[in-house]
């Protein structure tokens, strides 16, 4: 256990529906990532929140709508998704001490498959 | 080229080897290096950090070379509980880590 919590664990949607990936942590963190890992993929990471201000969009379609309204809690708002968007996607959360070690802390992440 | 590369293996090794891992980073400014464990369908776990000095935990050693761009990390003494994949991960600044594709470790009896 971690302390980083995503709910839901499994979700199937269709293309057309609309969903939300929730992810709480309680550790006093102030950095919160999503990140992508589809099969035989490495981990792309999607998106970066310092201070609950996003400081990181990798490029990453319009489907696909990112929340943080305070620092521990984190969404990924879902809508008109891809059958190619079905991955794995993980939160982590980070204390904020750059430059120095920012050791990141996972969620057992969400299992999302788009039919 | 991509930021942070890795082998992807499998290394097959049996129990009580010696196996290496070797990682390079295109990024000459970042700043801190990790390797993280992850096991099949769960989530990636920070083994160890790694520290421009080389450091040690137990059974496994890590190494860093700056000038270089290049991370190691040595297991000793291999356990059938060390089977994973191990993503090497650079802190590319602002708190942005970039992983690894990770290497597979499968060690056998």
Request: hydrophobic share 30%; proline share 6%; charged share 20%.
């Amino acid at each position: 256990e971690t302390g980083v919590t995503q709910t839901p664990r499994h979700l199937v949607m269709g293309m057309t529906n609309k969903k939300s990936l929730k992810c709480e942590q309680h550790l006093g963190h102030n950095a919160m990532y999503w990140y992508k890992q589809s099969a035989k993929k490495p981990l792309e990471l999607m998106f970066v929140y310092n201070f609950k201000e996003q400081t990181e969009n990798n490029s990453v379609p319009s489907r696909f709508s990112p929340e943080c309204p305070n620092s521990s809690h984190l969404f990924l708002h879902l809508h008109t998704l891809q059958p190619e968007d079905s991955a794995l996607y993980l939160c982590a959360s980070s204390p904020d001490v750059p430059p120095g070690n920012t050791e990141a802390f996972f969620g057992q992440g969400t299992r999302l498959t788009v039919v | 080229r991509k930021e942070v590369e890795q082998d992807p293996g499998p290394f097959n090794v049996p129990e009580g080897a010696t196996v290496a891992f070797n990682c390079t980073y295109s990024n000459s400014a970042s700043q801190s290096f990790f390797w993280y464990r992850q096991d099949c369908r769960k989530e990636p776990k920070l083994l160890m950090s790694v520290y421009s000095s080389g450091n040690e935990d137990g059974r496994f050693t890590a190494q860093l070379n700056r000038a270089s761009q290049y991370i190691s990390l040595l297991i000793r003494d291999s356990k059938l509980s060390d089977s994973a994949t191990y993503l090497c991960v650079v802190n590319g600044g602002y708190n942005k880590l970039i992983f690894g594709a990770g290497t597979r470790l499968a060690v056998h009896p």
